[in-house]
């Protein structure tokens, strides 16, 4: 932020002098002549003179004042321009640093979220390899179990008409009996 100039039109009057007494165009004859009447341009001059010199201590510290004002405003509008650039650069490293640190934190949280996932990809597979030795020992069981069954029905069967055909026999032999008795 530059700062820009200020007219100070004071300024400007404090610098130039008034012009010296004497260097009118009018002859000096009508200058003594107004001199004695107390009146006229060199009277005027001469009333400005005593003005001035009454007063000019006074605007002179006025304008030191004034001046030394100016300086202590430039002066606070530079520090304050110097601390928002030492806080411009701050804040340019902090968020450098900060980029930085993210960064670094993204890929160790990222390695660390790939080594849980290698783990877990571990676990897993053996768990799903258990499964399917698991599936097909069940698998093998349930054919052993038809096959125990398919038995058991065979077996029974036999084991019926085994039966059937031996009761049958006693039947006939028992009405048989009872016949003849």
């Given amino acids: 932020m530059e700062r820009q100039g200020v007219d100070m039109p004071h300024a400007e009057r404090k610098d130039q002098e008034p012009p010296p007494l004497g260097e009118s165009a009018e002859p000096q004859a009508e200058e003594s002549h107004e001199k004695e009447a107390g009146w006229g341009p060199a009277s005027a001059n001469r009333q400005l003179m005593m003005l001035e010199g009454k007063s000019g201590p006074y605007f002179s510290s006025l304008d030191s004042s004034i001046e030394i004002l100016k300086k202590r405003a430039q002066e606070l509008i530079e520090n304050i321009n110097e601390s928002r650039q030492k806080d411009h650069a701050l804040m340019t490293n902090f968020r450098d640093s900060l980029k930085i640190k993210v960064s670094d934190l993204t890929e160790k949280l990222e390695e660390r979220m790939y080594q849980l996932y290698n783990h877990h990809n571990k676990i897993i597979q053996e768990k799903l390899q258990e499964f399917t030795q698991k599936m097909a020992k069940i698998s093998h069981l349930?054919?052993?179990?038809?096959?125990?069954?398919?038995?058991?029905?065979?077996?029974?069967?036999?084991?019926?008409?085994?039966?059937?055909?031996?009761?049958?026999?006693?039947?006939?032999?028992?009405?048989?009996?009872?016949?003849?008795?």
């Avoid at 096959?147 to 031996?166: A, G, I, R, S």
């Fill in 142 to 181: 349930e054919t052993e179990l038809k096959q125990v069954c398919h038995t058991v029905e065979t077996v029974y069967k036999d084991f019926q008409d085994l039966c059937v055909q031996p009761e049958a026999t006693t039947l006939e032999e028992q009405a048989h009996k009872d016949g003849e008795c």
